[in-house]
């Protein structure tokens, strides 16, 4: 390795780890915001959130690389340039490819180890990420008993205080618990002056001690009806313990979630896709046998040199025809109606099947997609920094969330359009690839030029190619036109 290399790689570095570390973060919290409602007040506990976060932080890896490529090749090689060492290489006489040979090398590696990652990493981290996810989603919020609010988060209960004192609220004035875990109603309730509330055996139950109060309780008779008896029992303490199981977080088995497209690897997608296109196919051909029940025919005498004449031009006599009637016509509209029912459900369904199947061949090119969007990146930022000639995270920052947006914006674009079949698949997964391609080899063929694709002089040497005679007649005629209109 020359030393040329370890200067520009040394340069490339820290940026890379920088910015990277930076977007992760970002990506990551803008991800989990999504779920913030799902998490907080559950009571989930540090292990669970740390979790939560490792394995989102994981699946953000794949979308971080790209911008953090973007970002830091702009960095790089703007600073170079602002600080003049670009130049003095280039007065060396090595090339601006030669340059750029060690990070292109290392963007290389990247895409393939992203692609690696893909194939591999991201599969299992999706099925710990949303299996782990659902069971959250699942869990019920921590106990959480209110003034003056019926709280039934515990089942079998209902539970209502007028207020809570305490430093930790523990304690209770004016309590309220129905007990309907008998199944039979409201028929015992519980009132007290006043309780403490504590958790034992290691908070899987909750204690409840009671002060000064009444105990109703209303019984059936033999043949079950209510208010044959009542009971009324006054106590000084009592204490209920109340199970607090349902507050457990419940783990689903994880192969429960893995025939999720997600949770694929591509020989997996390329599998379930070719089963889900040959029952689409085979759907498809059965449509036509499937509507013959509902249609009737005819049968005409064929003998003849006539009647061959007559069924060779698609006509038959009228008088061969039954006659029309009001039960004829009543049931051709049925049938018609029938025929147009079967063919839009069918309809429906085959296009969702459909979309099925273009789903994990989405899948499938995501994985390549995401993986080329390194070296797509690259090619933006490099050359783009070598023309800039600006460090720092000013510039090369409004630059790259530029351009990382419009990447955005199209692929999304893209693989709706493949989703809705509007598109092919192949063609709207690359669609954000092949847009910005141009982009990215128009601003290397600048760069190796010494081109001041930013600067004035180049934009009045574009200017100076229009011929002027011929712009100012245009300019009068659109005038005269926009006038003529106006009248």
């Avoid at 290691?202 to 009671?210: E, K, P, T, V």
């Avoid at 934009?459 to 005679?469: D, N």
């Amino acid at each position: 390795m020359k030393k040329l290399d370890k200067l520009i790689l040394k340069a490339f570095a820290g940026p890379f780890f920088l910015t990277f570390a930076v977007v992760e973060f970002i990506f990551l919290t803008q991800y989990m915001l999504k779920y913030l409602d799902d998490i907080i007040g559950k009571d989930l506990g540090a292990g669970v959130i740390a979790q939560l976060l490792f394995f989102f932080s994981v699946l953000m890896v794949p979308i971080s690389l790209p911008l953090a490529v973007l970002l830091s090749s702009l960095m790089t090689f703007g600073t170079l340039g602002e600080h003049h060492e670009l130049t003095a290489i280039k007065t060396s006489g090595i090339s601006l490819t030669r340059i750029l040979r060690p990070i292109f090398i290392v963007s290389v590696l990247l895409s393939i180890g992203a692609f690696w990652y893909n194939e591999t990493i991201i599969p299992k981290a999706n099925l710990k990420a949303y299996s782990l996810l659902w069971d959250v989603r699942q869990q019920k919020l921590a106990l959480d008993i209110r003034e003056n609010i019926f709280y039934n988060g515990i089942p079998g209960y209902t539970i209502k205080v007028n207020e809570k004192q305490g430093e930790n609220g523990d304690i209770l004035k004016g309590v309220m618990i129905y007990d309907h875990s008998g199944r039979a109603g409201n028929s015992a309730m519980i009132l007290a002056d006043s309780g403490r509330m504590t958790t034992r055996f290691n908070g899987q139950y909750l204690s409840l001690d009671l002060f000064r109060g009444i105990m109703y309780v209303e019984k059936p008779d033999q043949h079950n009806r209510a208010g044959a008896s009542f009971t009324r029992q006054a106590f000084a303490t009592t204490r209920m313990l109340f199970s607090l199981a349902s507050f457990n977080l419940d783990r689903t088995k994880e192969e429960y979630f893995s025939e999720n497209k997600m949770m694929k690897n591509i020989s997996q997608l390329i599998s379930h896709s070719d089963s889900l296109h040959q029952r689409l196919n085979v759907e498809r051909r059965l449509l036509v046998t499937q509507l013959n029940p509902y249609y009737s025919y005819a049968r005409f005498d064929t003998t003849g040199q006539a009647a061959n004449r007559r069924l060779a031009n698609w006509q038959v006599p009228d008088t061969r025809l039954p006659a029309l009637s009001v039960g004829m016509v009543e049931q051709a509209a049925n049938r018609a109606r029938n025929v147009r029912a079967f063919v839009g459900s069918n309809a429906e369904r085959l296009t969702t099947l459909a979309r099925d199947t273009s789903s994990f061949r989405i899948e499938i090119y995501r994985k390549y997609t995401q993986s080329a969007a390194i070296l797509l990146m690259f090619l933006i930022g490099a050359p783009l920094g070598a023309i800039i000639k600006k460090g720092g995270l000013g510039v090369p920052l409004l630059i790259a969330i530029l351009f990382f947006i419009i990447y955005y914006v199209v692929s999304i674009m893209g693989e709706k359009y493949a989703r809705e079949m509007i598109l092919t698949v192949p063609l709207g997964m690359w669609l954000a690839d092949l847009v910005l391609l141009p982009v990215g080899l128009f601003f290397l063929y600048q760069a190796r030029n010494d081109s001041g694709l930013l600067e004035g002089d180049f934009w009045r040497r574009i200017a100076r190619w229009v011929p002027t005679e011929q712009l100012r007649n245009l300019l009068r005629n659109r005038s005269f036109l926009t006038r003529r209109a106006q009248a």
